[in-house]
């Protein structure tokens, strides 16, 4: 049983304000994301041992926020790999059918959740993403790629927020609410050594919802939506679009592919039939 | 039982991103203190599985950037460390003395296709081959051991390397710690259990070092320096230099030492150095 876990940095507990990495050079400013990685790192473990004692044999971590290595690795439990790093391949490198089911710890809420601690999509700059008409966060945006390849997405750990956020779209996952926001910067958190009791008993717990969550599925052809809060398109530019891209006002661009994968393949630019070492090999 | 150990830093568990040495903010001199200790931690383990094998005299050399990356506040007291500037070869006290070599941290030459930080001593260059064998750096040590005779049994880094050390070194033992997925990004285990492994196939190439044959090259030695961008001008090519184009330049010697005496003209031909180790004198 292969579990795959995306990580964030805004929906740990004892964290309630933005990662410090733009703020400046200060000592303060380094050791709290010294301080933010260990917290993130001790409830990635925390998942891994749930999910292992639910009986999993293997937990692959995708170290999700910002600059793509915020986790701490002298403290990574032995049993886990981690992807990381910059300029990825694709999205979500290593979620594929060959895993059993989707997780995700350090989750936030998504954009316009007014309560949601450090609520968000992506950019500051979005109000909302939606995929045929359905409004998504990262995290839900994630489980429509894990439904793509036939995956369940179980278990979410985060903000209370982000936690109905998910079982709304999941029914079924299970939710280990760490925090509950009261507005963008602030909210009431467990102590990080009680949330990671929370996550281990979640994540244990969720493993046996693997088979009943049903996986998400989306029509042909899938069209993502993105919306910003400022006007940034310029629709004159309608011509200069890629194929499968349209602008729908100054606001508003569309991506259009035949599925969710060659959609995201085409927004990012992934090479669409990459192909990670350790499937070449078998 | 002497060992050479060669270390460096792109290929250790848990490093993704170059190191920036010109970046002196607090947050990256925290993050470069813990490379160092990611290392060191991979360097004895190592130092362990080779005490285990036999080996009574190791020497590592501290391999990487600026030539004091290991953590010796940290380091195995049973092995001795080259670190430090102006070096006198590239690789001191490789030579006919030592039983077999290997590396740790080890990463793919250049221009391999999504092995992680992949290069060839600088970013400048392209590819090099030397008889028409193209090798990255780890490939060199082994060259520069078969020319005294000494075969290259062991490697720890990303997969990409370990392939390529497979195909060089027939018979070689290799603990991939990391799969490359790009430049920039890999699917790393955890520091932990990458030195379980460490420490386990540095042990087993103890039994490497009678089956495979040192890496050797037939006189003369034809080397082909291959850059990224136009570097070389036919009409102002250098002494004991070939301008083949702009991006190609050739050099050939007698042998493997006699060329790398030619390219880095500041290095002494057969350094003997003294065959120093620690102890109470008198």
Not at chain 1, 83 to 93: A, K
Not at chain 1, 201 to 215: D, H, Q
Not at chain 2, 113 to 130: E, K, Q, V, Y
Not at chain 2, 216 to 242: H, M, Y
């Amino acid at each position: 049983m292969k579990v795959y876990i995306v990580t964030d940095l805004e929906g740990v507990a004892g964290i309630s304000q933005w990662d410090p990495r733009h703020q400046g050079d200060t000592h303060y400013g380094a050791t709290l994301r010294e301080q933010f990685g260990r917290l993130l790192t001790e409830e990635v473990n925390a998942a891994a041992r749930g999910f292992f004692a639910g009986g999993a044999t293997e937990v692959i971590v995708n170290d999700g926020h910002g600059a793509g290595s915020t986790m701490n690795p002298e403290l990574f439990d032995p049993r886990i790999q981690v992807f990381h790093g910059l300029e990825r391949p694709n999205y979500c490198t290593g979620l594929d059918e060959t895993c059993d089911a989707l997780a995700s710890v350090g989750t936030h809420a998504k954009a316009r959740t007014t309560a949601g601690n450090l609520h968000h999509t992506m950019g500051k700059s979005i109000r909302d993403y939606s995929l045929n008409g359905i409004s998504v966060g990262e995290t839900g945006y994630q489980a429509f790629l894990a439904g793509y390849y036939g995956v369940p997405y179980i278990f979410c750990a985060g903000d209370e927020w982000a936690v109905r956020e998910m079982q709304e779209l999941c029914p079924g996952c299970v939710g280990a609410a760490v925090k509950v926001g009261t507005s963008r910067l602030s909210a009431l958190t467990a102590a990080p050594e009680r949330a990671r009791e929370i996550i281990e008993e979640g994540a244990r717990l969720s493993m046996e919802r693997i088979g009943v969550v049903k996986p998400l599925t989306l029509e042909s052809p899938v069209v993502f939506r993105e919306v910003h809060e400022d006007p940034i398109f310029d629709p004159e530019n309608q011509d200069k679009q890629p194929p499968g891209r349209r602008i729908i006002d100054c606001r508003t661009m569309e991506v259009e592919a035949p599925d969710i994968k060659a959609m995201m393949d085409l927004k990012y630019g992934f090479k669409p039939d990459w192909m990670p070492i350790w499937r070449k090999e078998g | 039982m002497r060992f050479y150990v060669m270390t460096d830093i792109e290929g250790v568990a848990g490093v993704c991103g170059w190191e920036d040495r010109k970046d002196e903010s607090i947050y990256n001199s925290m993050r470069r203190q813990r490379i160092g200790r990611l290392l060191t931690g991979e360097v004895n383990a190592a130092v362990d599985g080779l005490s285990a094998a036999g080996f009574d005299d190791i020497i590592v050399n501290d391999g990487h950037g600026a030539g004091s990356t290991i953590n010796y506040e940290q380091a195995d007291p049973r092995a001795v460390y080259f670190h430090g500037l102006d070096r006198p070869f590239w690789l001191p006290f490789l030579d006919e003395t030592c039983t077999a070599t290997g590396a740790v941290g080890a990463h793919a030459r250049a221009s391999t296709p999504d092995a992680n930080l992949s290069h060839t001593m600088s970013g400048a260059i392209r590819r090099w081959t030397f008889n028409g064998i193209e090798v990255g750096e780890t490939g060199l040590q082994a060259l520069i051991a078969g020319y005294y005779g000494v075969p290259f049994v062991f490697a720890a880094g990303d997969v990409h390397l370990c392939r390529e050390m497979e195909a060089l070194c027939p018979g070689c033992v290799t603990v991939a710690v990391k799969q490359g997925t790009s430049l920039l990004s890999a699917l790393t285990l955890a520091p932990e259990r990458a030195r379980q492994l460490i420490r386990e196939g540095a042990e087993r190439a103890a039994e490497a070092v009678d089956r495979v044959e040192p890496l050797t090259l037939e006189s003369p030695v034809l080397f082909r320096d291959e850059r990224k961008e136009p570097t070389w001008d036919e009409e102002d090519p250098g002494e004991a230099t070939r301008v083949i184009n702009a991006h190609v330049r050739e050099i050939e010697g007698e042998d493997l030492m006699d060329v790398l005496l030619k390219v880095y003209p500041k290095y002494e031909r057969d350094l003997k150095p003294e065959q120093w180790r620690p102890g109470v004198r008198g």
